[in-house]
Structures are given as structure tokens and as C-alpha cells.
């Protein structure tokens, strides 16, 4: 009989309940009406683009005049389409978040100390020396305005119109409604979200002569932010990690809760959560959420197209993804990697994170019936056959099979078999004398650089007393 297989990541409620684990997989749904209506696929690679030659966090990427910039550690490099990095200047931080924005003629930075900005034409990066700019806490940029807020205070300051460089200590605003510490400025839309520890509010564009900003009738959400650095734009609206520690998604001024209970315990679970940090991109038809605790060495992505989640890992110790922070850029999805300083192409036909074998695992919810003991000869796990390598690993791509008679808190011997050598179109991946239990949960595990595509899962078995 065909068993419930493919599906997202709904980790138990326990730290030793690893029940419907999806890592490394996301859900494709066929609505072409084809043989299954949903599959399990590969996760994209990571594809070298660029070495920048420094060894360190990349903590930022924005794409800007048909270049992209990147901060590596405390350096800002210039990189073309072919990807040569030309250094370009130094910040006075060398780690943690870097926001990047781009206007007409300046471009800005800010590090949570200290404000950087150049022109296209300038040779090097110059800091923000004007004394009524603000200790910046986040940056954003709208309508010709750098907008930062203050860390420490409810206000954020805008610059001179296009120019990063210039900002009167008279140019600024506050919330208005419940005074909260404001933690990031994000602009969406052409409004601005002001996102404080407990509460939000949004403003627009008036064109007041006065200060520009004022806020939108009515916007004032009890909704604050747990992360700055886990607010991004999205397919259809912009994610965040609230105050209450859930992943939202905000469409217009409608906010909904995305993440789900299994989620939440998780991230409930992590020591520290305001070092969130979060991207988003689209590939295939497919709109991701992507979310790293780097405290918690975890990594948590959102499909919005199918409403599942997922989990990513870069290393054998199944700890978070290799990729920082994200940009598009000459049609690639470009990633900075969180401590080598390199920048990769997220690519669905490369099969490794850089240097990293990527280990994909699926174990799906447990089979039982009416608590009677089952005896299973036999089990199969439909693949798409045949997508081995010519030569070295993946020439002859194995799978690991594991089970769990007791909810996930054990599991059993390693039982290895074939998904196909190049060509097996007809392989067959199948354990057969598996024993019996009254409740199991079966666990596959993949490793090698091949397109592992799970179709389905089957099971033949039979019940005592039947």
C-alpha cells in the first residue's frame, strides 16, 4: 500500500522527536495531473560565483549601478558580473549585520555604529561625519530619503534629499501612539514601517514641508519585532519574527501568523532569537522565507507557495545553512556565506554548499493501526531512478534507511541500498525484512551530489490477529 511520505517539516515537540523531518527537501506539487500530485525535491547548491580573498562573515550584499557590493568582515568590495571583487574601503566593525541601501547618486551603509556612504564615481568609502547623524540602529531608504533609526529611542532621522552625507538634527519623528524603542525602519510599498519592540506603526510620504513622514490613519499594529535582521521584502509581502517570537507575513495591513506550533516550539527553544536573521527569493515558481538563528546554529525556511516548511543545513553536524544574506544580481540569486567570505549562486543543478556534501533527510509521520502489532516485509521508497554520476561519489548514489518503533526518541541500524547508477531508469530502492511494531516511523537519509527526487513511499505489511 501507498504510505503519507512527501510533506514538510513538522518536528515534535521535543528535542528527541525528530517525526516528519524534512531537510534539505522541499514539497513541488503537480497541478498538471501528473503520476503523484506532490514530490519531494533537492534543495538548491551552493555554486562558487565569488572569493573575495577575505576570511570572514559576508554581512551584507545590495546590488547597485550594475554592480554588486558586498561587506566581507570590515571590508566593502565592488564585484562586476564576471564576479572580480575590487576592495574599495574599510568600516570600523567587522561583524554582525550591515544594512546597504542605494539611492539616485549615494550609496549608504550603516553597521549598528557607525554610517559609511560613495559615490559612483568615488575611488573609496567615506564615513558619515556629519554630527547631527544619529547612532543607527537600521537603514532604509524612500523617496530620495536614507532613513535610519536611533538606537535606544522611539525616533528615526532622514537625510538631505539623495544625499547620505548631510541630515539635520531637526529631521526626525517618533512613534506617536506608544512610545517603544524603534528597532528597524523598513520601507515597503513606498510606506514606511517603524518597528519597535512592542509595537509598529507606518508612515507615508505627505510631503510636508515640515518633516515629509507622517504617520498613516490608523497604523498602529501591538505587533513588535524580535529580530531587525529578519525583516525582508517577499512574493507577496514582507516576513518577519515578531515579539512573541512567530514568523508573520504582512500583506498590506493584514499580518498573519505563519509559522506553526512545531515551529514556534523550536524557535521558543533557542537561547537567543534576536540575532534572527532572514532572506527571501523566489526559484521555479517557488517563493522562499529563509531564517537562521546563528545562536542556535539553525536554519528555518518558509515556502510560500505551498504554505510548508522546511529545514536547511550546510555540514555534516546538520547545523545551520552556509548562506547569510542574499541579492539579486544578473539574473543569479547570490548568497554570502556566514564565515569564509565567499559569495555562491543558490543553483538546483549543483549538488553540494560549496566544498559541503548537503545530507538530505525525510522521515515522515508514524504508521500504525489500531495499536495492533504490524509485521513489514517489505518497504520502497520511489525515487527518480537513474540521476547517479559517471564517475567518483554519486556513480552508484545510496540511500539510508533508519527506523523508530518508540516516536522518534531512537533509532535503529543503518540499512543502505541503491537509487540508481546513470541510466537505471527502472531501480527500484527497497528494504525488505523489516520486522514488526506496533507504531514506526522510517527515516531516509541521502548524501551523495545527485538529483534525489523522493515520489513516494510503499509499504507492504500485515496485521497480527488480521
Known sequence: MEIPFVGGAYLGRSSNINAQVCQNFYVEVDKQGGKTPAALVPTPGMLLWCETGTVAEVRGLRSWKDYLYAVVGSKLYKINKAGTATDIGNLRTDEGKVWIEGGTTHLCLTDGRYGYYRTESATALEMITDENFPNPSSLSYQDGFFIVTEAGTDAFFISSVENASEWDGLDFSSAEDTPDDALAAFSYHRELWVFGVETTEVFYNSGDASFPFSRVAGGVFGVGVASADSIVAGHEGFFLLDNKFQVRLIAGYEGRVISTPQVEYHIQSYADKSDAVGYSYTQEGHAFYVLTFPSANKTWVFDAITGLWHTRSSDMTEGRHR????????????????????????DLNTFKDGTNAIIRKRAAQSIHKDRKRAFHSRFEIEFEAGTGLITGQGSDPQAMLQWSDDGGHTWGNEHWTTIGKIGEYKNRAVWRRLGSSRERIYRVSLSDPVKAVIIGAHLEAELENA
Open 323 to 346: 548562506s547569510n544574506c542574499a541579492e539579486w544580481f544578473d539574473g543569479k540569486t547570490l548568497v554570502g556565506d556566514w564565515n569564509n567570505g565567499n559569495i555562491y549562486q543558490l
